[in-house]
């Protein structure tokens, strides 16, 4: 079978979300090239990786793209994965043409901003019917004084999107008036090097949106588009904790029933946008509102969890960019709904133990917390572990090289509150 498929090039090889696809892609057959920087990178080490090349990251915009340029060149035909909003917004601003050696399902450029662009996101998600925190986007400083003497407080200030950065991209918290225009302004200028970098004009500028007091918990919806613009598969889940907390990656999910009202706007922002293909689309939960924060148009870190519960989504995305529609027709009619319900959660082991470990020795946790969330994993159904599956365990092993190659860093983000 691996003869008869053109092979598939995935980049962004510390991201689990490239490990999830590297194991769903390669235990189909699917000729694998994996892309990395980082010598530790888990998805490299996986028995599945195939062909492993070296590359620059893909934060860094020309260099990554001339090497993308030149592999394309020597390897015509080849997938190209989209694997990080990185790979994903390059993809859709060089390589969307008939004339690209790569075959890619993606978006128009245009369409992709309005999702990465979270200024953009949140009005587009208001004419999808879609609730959203109520969003502000100053384009100037004397726009951002007229502003800051309306909006409620406290506010959230945000950098605009996170494509090509080289920050953490963590949301400021102001409580006082007078403190939103230092905020906002270092915010603008700790992002000044995206404008360049992605040619799009005042795309360093933060946004302002307010603040919710929500617990931890984030209502999450995960799926495919086809190339009609259709959502053909979805599943949704709730993201547990995170590390750090609360402005962190997801490092424990639950199974949570899809909520019609949810996926029918997010059914039109995709159409309204012309989004096409892997999703993951994050709420924060209020009462019985879900209001959209982000949403993820490429790869994501927990897909082992969608995969394991049944929807193949980087399988669907490769056999979108095959032009393989009776695959993917197959693909979706074999989707178990009841599976992807049932009561499996993720956790990604090693980092829960670290974090539960760090925030009861500093006490910014209980005893009793902490017995709950293992009691929790013990008593699930079923565990998804992103890093370590049976039959493939270097990744796991190369994961806790990554993270301890700064471990001072690492505990105290395991410890933040």
């Known amino acids: ?32 090239i994996l892309a990395y920087d980082e010598a530790v990178a888990p998805a490299r080490w996986s028995r599945h990786a195939g062909t492993v090349v070296r590359c620059p990251s893909t934060k860094d915009a020309e260099r990554f793209l001339g090497w993308l340029h030149a592999f394309g060149a020597s390897h015509p035909g080849c997938v ?18 008939p004339e690209s050696p790569f075959r890619i399902f993606c978006s128009s450029l245009d369409g992709l901003l309005e999702l990465l662009d979270k200024s953009r996101l949140a009005a587009a998600a208001r004419r999808a019917g879609l609730k959203s925190p109520a969003t502000w986007s100053p384009t100037d400083e004397d ?21 090509l950065s080289h920050l953490p991209g963590k949301p400021v918290l102001v409580n006082r008036r007078d403190q939103l225009p230092e905020a ?24 302002l949106q307010a603040y919710h007091p929500v617990s931890e918990r984030v209502y999450t919806v995960d799926g495919f588009v086809d190339g009609d613009g259709t959502i053909v598969a979805a599943t949704a889940c709730v993201k547990c904790l995170q590390l750090p907390r609360r402005s962190g990656v997801g490092i424990c999910f639950e199974s949570a029933a899809l909520d019609p009202d949810v996926l029918a706007g997010l059914q039109r922002l995709c159409r309204q946008t012309g989004f096409r293909g892997v999703f993951d689309a994050e709420f924060l939960i209020e009462g019985e509102d879900r209001l959209l924060i982000d949403l993820n148009p490429r790869f994501y870190n927990h897909m082992a969890f969608e995969i394991e519960r049944n929807l193949p989504l980087p399988w669907m995305s490769y056999l979108a960019a095959i032009g393989d529609e009776r ?12 599976r992807a319900a049932a009561g499996r959660i993720y956790v990604h082991r090693f980092l829960t133990a670290v974090l539960l470990a760090s925030q009861r020795a500093t006490d910014r946790m209980s005893h009793a917390e902490v017995t709950g969330w293992r009691r929790w994993i013990a008593d699930a159904g079923g565990v998804t572990n ?16 990554y993270w301890l190659r700064h471990p001072r860093s690492f505990l105290h983000k395991a410890a933040t509150r």
């Open 80 to 97: 190209l994965c989209l694997t990080s909003d990185d790979v994903a917004f390059l993809a859709a601003a060089h390589h969307a043409t």
């Open 327 to 338: 695959g993917l027709r197959h693909a979706v009619a074999g989707l178990d709904a009841e």
């Open 386 to 401: 992103p890093a370590y599956v049976p039959g493939d365990p270097l990744p796991a092993c190369a994961e806790l090289a």
């Open 184 to 207: 906002w302004r270092r915010t603008r200028d700790a992002s000044a090097d995206q404008a360049k970098a992605t040619g799009i004009p005042g795309i360093e500028l933060p946004i």
């Open 1 to 32: 079978m691996s003869r008869s498929l053109p092979p598939a090039l995935l980049a962004d090889a510390t991201w689990y979300g490239t490990l999830a696809a590297v194991r769903d892609l390669g235990a189909r057959g699917v000729p694998l």
């Open 143 to 163: 726009e951002l004084d007229r502003i800051a003497a309306e909006v409620p407080l406290p506010i959230v200030v945000k950098p605009r999107t996170h494509v």
